[in-house]
């Protein structure tokens, strides 16, 4: 699912393909990004930029022209060379971005909106993103701030939930959230409150190192200037092995990769998001007035042979 790393990769692809040059053909199947195509044109405008806000990718054109996009759960953005057949049906194209050499498709993406600077600062959701994780601004500092700054004001905020929370810090998705609280060793259940000043400052910094470690252009071994829109599923351990590439996540019913207990998972937040933990690498601590008793997520005991499954 794309999460911040993904819609980085994919805004340095756009960048890449479209950036500097101008557009040729805008295609639009959104009605209201059709009409203000056809109000204000977007042929013959230049590509000045393209750069991701967490979550949010933004492609900015001359003349004071913002298309934003979000890819929610299954969106993607696909670059083809001009008059290469596509491979996506016409009719999952929210809009299609031609230039010289390319174009770019927004494919099964949910939310796509045309803004000028006045209206995306009004009017939209990006300017109340909290700190952006794989921004040029983002050090293991800032990330403390803002976890301890919400910590204040929300003291009883799940972990979990808070890391998901892109007011917060911008970037983490699902697998995230459950990677940096098992790195940090810190139960995603837990309470704000609860959180010493070291375990903030550690799922500030492997939130850096984790985002920056799925970025990392893999286009050097063919010079450098290869468009990029794929880099393998993301990975949080230092294994080699596809299969071992993170510790925790979708694992539930696993030994756990550091001291061989049974991974859980259970629903959390209003979203009802999976979230995955080791109940003994990141110990229950309850807050004042909650019960002593940890939280109990869905996990698989193997009993003689066969598996069951219990809540």
Not at 5 to 20: E, F, P
Not at 107 to 126: A, C, D, G, M
Not at 180 to 191: G, I, K, L, M, T
């Amino acid at each position: 699912m794309p999460e911040g790393d993904t819609i980085y990769r994919s805004a340095r692809a756009l960048q890449m393909a479209l950036g500097g040059k101008a557009v040729t053909a805008f295609e639009a199947q959104v009605a209201t990004l059709a009409s203000v195509a056809d109000s204000k044109g977007v042929v013959g405008r230049t590509v000045d930029k393209v750069e991701a806000r967490g979550k949010w990718c933004l492609v900015h054109f001359s003349s004071d022209l913002i298309l934003v996009t979000h890819m929610l759960m299954s969106g993607s953005w696909h670059i083809y060379r001009t008059g290469e057949r596509w491979r996506v049906p016409r009719s999952s194209v929210r809009c299609a971005i031609s230039v010289a050499n390319f174009v770019a498709l927004a494919v099964n993406v949910p939310v796509t909106e045309f803004h000028t600077e006045r209206t995306l600062t009004r009017y939209s959701q990006v300017p109340k993103l909290g700190v952006d994780i794989l921004g040029e601004g983002y050090s293991t500092a800032s990330g403390v701030e803002a976890l301890k700054g919400y910590a204040t004001a929300h003291p009883e905020a799940e972990v979990g939930v808070t890391l998901l929370n892109q007011r917060v810090m911008a970037g983490l998705g699902n697998v995230y959230k459950s990677e940096v609280a098992f790195a940090a060793s810190v139960n995603p259940f837990r309470q704000l409150r609860t959180v010493t000043d070291r375990e903030f400052e550690v799922m500030a910094d492997v939130s850096g190192r984790y985002m920056r470690a799925n970025v990392a252009n893999g286009s050097s071994a063919t010079g450098g200037d290869a468009i990029v829109t794929y880099s393998g599923n993301r990975r949080t351990t230092h294994s080699m092995n596809a299969g071992d590439r993170l510790w925790v996540y979708g694992r539930q019913g696993q030994e756990c990769r550091r001291c061989g207990a049974l991974v859980m998972m259970r629903k959390q937040g209003e979203q009802v998001r999976s979230t995955y933990w080791c109940p003994v690498c990141q110990p229950w601590i309850p807050a004042e007035g909650q019960t002593a008793d940890a939280p109990v997520g869905r996990m698989v005991k193997v009993l003689g042979g066969r598996r069951r499954v219990g809540c």
